[in-house]
């Protein structure tokens, strides 16, 4: 390894692209895969039926920047409370943060954000969006 | 203000290309068509190649409309059936019909009461534990004299519900009219689940085939669910290419069972997706049509011309409906749907306008229906079979897509069939590259979405249309409630004994759909059923997304 001058080890951004329970469909999380991968992030991908608790546990396990939660089915202002929740009580709200995508209604920004998730994004928000969300997120982290 | 992206329009002479990646001319003359032989390559609508429809003159034009419907407890379901049938919701025949979907917690073989699926009871479909639930939402609707549509995947645990009421009421199974999805097989590659391996899902898609040509004549069960593929990210030319492989694959399992090819067309259908390249959705249609007719007659052995015909119904696309201005997803699926006609299209599902936001309110599902009785009613072009024949373009376009999809298909024959491909990740893999290059091209503006990278709504904290909210909680607890009393006054002895034959035939090589009718009668469980030919068929844990599939083979 090269002797770096750098003062701070720089590591890539690591994201779980998460699905809970039977909400299937993984069109968003696949090309959220390769598009994230390709702009240097790492992704984890937590497989379907999963449950917050199983999400975060995955998210701490792998030391993720953000978790991705991808709701088809409109359960997401319940499953972003509950691991939110979960995120609180293992002290890790800090360092990881929740985003969520998928087929959410305007009335529910306010509400997601008021309990801190970081980003919400509906169907078709263009992939270099949600790149600049995590750099953006990322910059003011580490101010 | 609506914001503008740089990027510029293509200019006139670059090469253009159809949604799905065709090359397109700028205009088309009767030089472009000169190979096509008419007799040959598109014959009279009703006539082989069926390129211009499976029924000769009008027929061919009628279509039945059926939205995909279903939420809340079965009660609220079969409320909204009600409230649809009263504004024609009908099957290709003009029959009172309509489509319903399940709950994903019933579709995935899990029970309300399960506690990990909690958050999902009742959304986006009815739960159905057991007949009494299937009783409850078909209350007020015969059995007889409508077409019962269920979208339901094998195990056709719904589909042996209603066997089991019409025996309880004495009527005949072969009375039953309807269809089934019984398509397992395009979850891995659409939805991105596998209920049960590969190999096991073909099986069980056999097992109802075979119990439909005994006994249940008229009820189309091999219902391949292209749309859910195409919605997943296919282009048109795979969809259909994927779609038909898996037919031939279901094909061919029956027939090493000793189905009789000519009994088995009968009971076969496609279900398809309309998008918005609107000739590209019309060459899709007559393509597919040509194909399988080929193929069912050449490679089959099919010899009734009656067993060429590819049945198609359509839904039109739900992921081409964004949150931005939503009214106009009223337009994009009203032109799909036009698009679905031409094309020839027997069944039509219109898709809610709300589709970004939340399950359809009562207001866009009447929408969706009523705009598919506008094109019935006052457009005309229900009048005449294949009206777009003979257009330079529409010709050529058509030829280019079969051999698009020929070339698909030999690809997968090479692999050895659809299983083998969607084995390998070959499938996967070619529809993550679509997607991906999809992305990209939105992102730079290569393709334009209006009110998405182009002519976008001011930002607004309010939803533009009204939302349909459903909070499954009343509905887990209601459910777990009837489950509780369910299990507490069946007859304890007899659920043992038919899980316990199930099971057996389950590991064996056994008939299934008989136990399933017979179980269903004396109130065993949807994870009773499911959660007997997990254990024995195995789970299928492969539906993780394998990290090189936008990669490439």
Redesign the interface.
């Known amino acids: 390894m090269m002797a770096g001058t750098a003062t701070k080890a720089t590591r890539k951004v690591r994201i779980l692209l998460a699905k809970?329970?039977?909400?299937?469909?993984?069109?968003g999380?696949?090309?959220l895969?390769?598009?994230l991968r390709d702009a240097g992030m790492e992704t984890i991908?937590t497989?379907?039926?999963q449950?917050p608790e199983s999400i975060v546990a995955a998210a701490v396990q792998e030391d993720v920047d953000f978790i991705f939660l991808s709701s088809r089915?409109?359960?997401h202002v319940?499953?972003a409370e509950e691991i939110m929740a979960l995120l609180k009580e293992k002290w890790v709200d800090d360092r990881i943060k929740l985003a969520v995508g998928g087929?959410i209604?305007?009335?529910d920004?306010?509400r997601l954000k008021k309990m801190g998730v970081t980003g919400v994004f509906?169907?078709?928000t263009?992939?270099?969006k949600v790149i600049e969300f995590v750099n953006d997120e990322i910059k003011s982290k580490d101010k | 203000m609506a914001k503008e992206k740089k990027k510029q329009s293509p200019p006139p002479q670059e090469q253009r290309h159809t949604a799905g990646g065709i090359p397109v001319k700028s205009v088309y003359t009767p030089g472009d068509i000169e190979d096509l032989d008419y007799k040959r390559d598109i014959g009279d609508p009703g006539e082989y190649p069926f390129t211009r429809g499976i029924y000769s003159g009008a027929r061919g034009v009628v279509f039945g409309q059926r939205p995909v419907l279903g939420y809340g407890l079965p009660e609220e379901t079969n409320k909204r059936i009600k409230y649809l049938l009263q504004f024609g919701m009908a099957s290709p025949s003009g029959m009172p019909s309509y489509n319903l979907t399940m709950d994903?917690?019933s579709?995935?073989g899990?029970d309300s009461d399960d506690p990990?699926?909690a958050?999902?009871v009742g959304?986006?479909g009815p739960p159905c534990n057991s007949i009494v639930d299937s009783e409850m939402i078909l209350e007020g609707i015969p059995i007889e004299g409508v077409y019962h549509g269920a979208l339901s995947y094998a195990p056709n645990w719904r589909v042996a519900h209603y066997i089991a009421i019409a025996d309880n009421r004495n009527i005949p199974r072969s009375n039953i009219i309807g269809a089934t999805l019984n398509d397992s097989l395009h979850g891995p590659i659409g939805?991105?689940?596998h209920l049960f391996p590969p190999r096991g899902c073909l099986r069980l898609i056999v097992d109802t085939l075979k119990f439909v040509t005994e006994e249940m004549p008229y009820f189309r069960a091999s219902d391949v669910q292209a749309y859910s593929s195409r919605?997943?990210?296919c282009t048109a030319a795979q969809e259909a290419a994927f779609a038909i492989a898996d037919q031939m694959e279901v094909v061919k399992g029956c027939l090493e069972k000793g189905l009789d090819i000519d009994e088995l067309s009968k009971h076969l259908t496609f279900f398809f997706a309309c998008y918005s390249d609107f000739f590209e959705e019309v060459a899709k249609f007559r393509a597919a049509r040509k194909v399988w007719a080929q193929i069912m007659r050449e490679r089959f052995g099919a010899k009734s011309d009656k067993s060429l015909r590819m049945r198609i119904q359509v839904k039109t696309s739900a992921?081409t409906l964004?949150?931005q201005h939503p009214l106009l997803n009223i337009f994009r699926s009203g032109a799909q749907a036009l698009s679905a006609v031409f094309g020839g299209a027997s069944g039509l599902n219109i898709t809610c306008m709300d589709?970004?936001?939340?399950?359809p309110t009562e207001e866009s599902a009447r929408v969706a229906l009523l705009t598919g009785k506008v094109i019935e009613h006052e457009t005309g072009i229900a009048n005449v079979a294949d009206p777009l024949a003979g257009s330079y373009y529409v010709e050529a376009l058509t030829r280019d897509m079969e051999q698009a999809i020929w070339d698909y298909i030999g690809k997968i024959d090479e692999m050895g069939g659809y299983i083998s491909a969607l084995e390998r990740g070959y499938l996967q893999r070619e529809i993550?590259a679509v997607?991906?290059k999809d992305?990209?091209d939105?992102?730079s503006g290569e393709r334009i979405?209006v009110g998405?990278?182009k002519f976008e709504p001011e930002d607004?904290?309010?939803?533009p249309i009204e939302?349909f909210d459903?909070d499954?909680t009343p509905t887990v607890k209601e459910m777990t409630r009837r489950l509780e009393q369910l299990r507490a006054l069946r007859d304890k002895g007899r659920v043992q004994d038919l899980l316990a034959q199930f099971r057996e035939a389950a590991a064996g090589d056994g008939f299934l759909m008989p136990i399933m009718v017979e179980a269903a009668k004396a109130h065993c469980t949807t994870s009773e059923i499911f959660g007997t030919l997990k254990e024995t068929l195995g789970e299928d844990k492969s539906?993780?997304?394998p990290?090189d599939?936008?990669?490439g083979a």
């Open positions: 809970a329970g039977p909400d299937t469909h993984v069109r999380l696949s090309i895969m390769s598009r991908y497989g379907l039926y449950t089915l409109g359960r319940a499953l087929v209604p305007k009335k920004f306010a509906q169907p078709h263009l992939t270099h | 994903m917690t579709a995935y899990f990990r699926m958050q999902w959304v986006n939805e991105g689940v919605e997943a990210g992921s964004p949150a589709e970004a936001f939340s399950a993550a997607n991906v992305s990209l939105l992102d979405i998405l990278n607004s904290e309010v939803d939302i459903q499954p539906c993780l997304i990290p599939w936008a990669k």
